[in-house]
């Protein structure tokens, strides 16, 4: 069981952990689709999703909204059909509109009475601030991917946060949904994890690429580690 007393800061992944993002993909690309009499299962749309997002991410850098939009290009492909610009434009812009997991807010201020919080979240700036009033907390450092130029699984985005936290590895406790974008790289840079199993139409997997990690504390939402950190597992 994890110690939580030998942590000073915790790091949070946003979407997907704290965010619920696959209602707000399933949305769109649910929308998209159907104007073009297109349809597929959930579980389909987000392992599309998943595999979609991490293609784009690769190579030179470029900003998350341009990856969004490269994404919906590839939801045409596959599906045969050419999305308007509209279309392509409305899956980033659906992005303030995505709404908070129904634990999040009351968990993030409980654990802001203890631990100093931090965000790491593949994301540009202005996208971010325009989900930061819905967290209902003032966050202690803010790293996204446009910052670090690189998206998580990079290592880039890691140590641009631990430069910026300013403890050692061992003092912070990294929180994520995704195996493959914080789980793994987190652990290998001497980070504790915790995986926010949560629940999804692509059960243990959700809207992003599929790989195998050892978190050190798997739970299914943020009350959880709220309990976890007061000394009371459930």
């Given at each position: 069981m994890l110690d939580f007393s030998r942590f000073e800061i915790l790091t949070f992944d946003c979407y997907g952990t704290l965010i619920?993002?696959?209602?707000?993909?399933?949305?769109?690309?649910?929308?998209?689709?159907?104007?073009?009499g297109k349809d597929s299962d959930d579980a389909?749309?987000?392992?599309l999703y998943?595999?979609?997002?991490?293609?784009?991410e690769q190579g030179v850098y470029r900003s998350y909204r341009e990856v969004l939009q490269s994404v919906v290009g590839h939801f045409g492909e596959h599906f045969g059909f050419a999305p308007t610009n509209d279309e392509i434009r409305s899956l980033p812009e659906s992005i303030p509109n995505w709404k908070p997991w129904p634990d999040t807010r009351d968990a993030l201020r409980s654990l802001h009475e203890r631990f100093r919080l931090a965000i790491i979240s593949n994301v540009d700036d202005d996208l971010f601030a325009r989900?930061?009033?819905?967290?209902?907390?003032?966050?202690?450092?803010?790293?996204?991917?446009?910052?670090?130029?690189?998206?998580?699984p990079s290592l880039k985005i890691f140590h641009l946060a631990l430069?910026?936290?300013?403890?050692?590895?061992?003092?912070?406790?990294?929180?994520?949904?995704?195996i493959y974008h914080d789980v793994i790289?987190?652990?290998?840079?001497?980070?504790?994890?915790?995986w926010v199993n949560r629940p999804s139409p692509r059960t243990g997997v959700g809207a992003v690429k599929a790989a195998?990690?050892?978190?050190?504390?798997?739970?299914?939402?943020?009350?959880?580690?709220?309990?976890?950190?007061?000394?009371?597992?459930?």
């Open positions: 619920n993002w696959e209602q707000g993909i399933l949305q769109s690309i649910h929308r998209i689709l159907a104007a073009h389909t749309i987000l392992q998943g595999d979609f997002e991490a293609s784009a989900t930061q009033p819905q967290l209902g907390v003032k966050f202690d450092q803010i790293i996204t991917a446009q910052q670090a130029k690189a998206y998580k430069s910026r936290v300013g403890v050692p590895a061992h003092r912070i406790l990294h929180i994520g949904q995704s790289p987190a652990k290998s840079l001497g980070l504790a994890t915790v195998q990690g050892h978190p050190d504390l798997q739970v299914s939402g943020l009350a959880e580690i709220v309990s976890f950190a007061a000394g009371q597992p459930l």
